[in-house]
């Protein structure tokens, strides 16, 4: 079965440099969710997207942006990195808003900032 | 302010023995709860869900219980295998909230020994 898909799954910069995170969302699945979990820490939801207006902002960095597009992926643009920044990236997607949906998340992107 | 704790950060289970992971929760807020199980470098996956509505729910050798007026929630697993060692998020979800992103507990690691 199709599952949801996020490039790339390691990724190293520099600090100050921009990074952008892909999530390919299940099919038919209209909402994306991003979440951030650092070293040792639980995930933190950061923003999410349904039908490709911005749903819901989270602990979300200033320094961060996000788009979903019209095929329903989403890119989490993040500038000017930070030591702090580097964690795992993770994607969910579910058909509709709300938890209660169910959520499919991602096997995450790596983002480690030098 | 973690709004979802878990106290336990590891727990150790004989395999075929019950393995039992405990959450508690600060918003009253909150009306539906989901567990999930997460591998290294892997997402988390969903793994059970319940609703405020209920007290109880059963799938296969998973069970979920909610104590609404203790704001507890536990995950039983019996009987425990060697493939259920991972980590395991607790999460919960306001459905009436503005923000519809979860907020995760720090995790409990489960070892199954064998």
Known sequence: AAGVIQSPRHLIKEKRETATLKCYPIPRHDTVYWYQQGPGQDPQFLISFYEKMQSDKGSIPDRFSAQQFSDYHSELNMSSLELGDSALYFCASSPGEGANYGYTFGSGTRLTVV | ?114
């Open chain 2, 1 to 114: 302010d973690q709004q979802v704790k878990q106290n336990s950060p590891s727990l150790s289970v004989q395999e075929g023995r019950i393995s039992i992971l405990n959450c508690d929760y600060t918003n009253s807020m909150f009306d539906y709860f989901l567990w999930y199980k997460k591998y290294p470098a892997e997402g988390p996956t969903f793994l059970i869900s319940i609703s405020s509505i209920k007290d109880k729910n059963e799938d296969g050798r998973f069970t979920v219980f909610l104590n609404k007026s203790a704001k507890h929630l536990s995950l039983h697993i019996v009987p425990s295998q060697p493939g259920d060692s991972a980590v395991y998020f607790c999460a919960a979800f306001d459905s009436g909230g503005g923000a519809d992103g979860l907020t995760f507990g720090k995790g409990t690691h489960l070892i199954i020994q064998p």
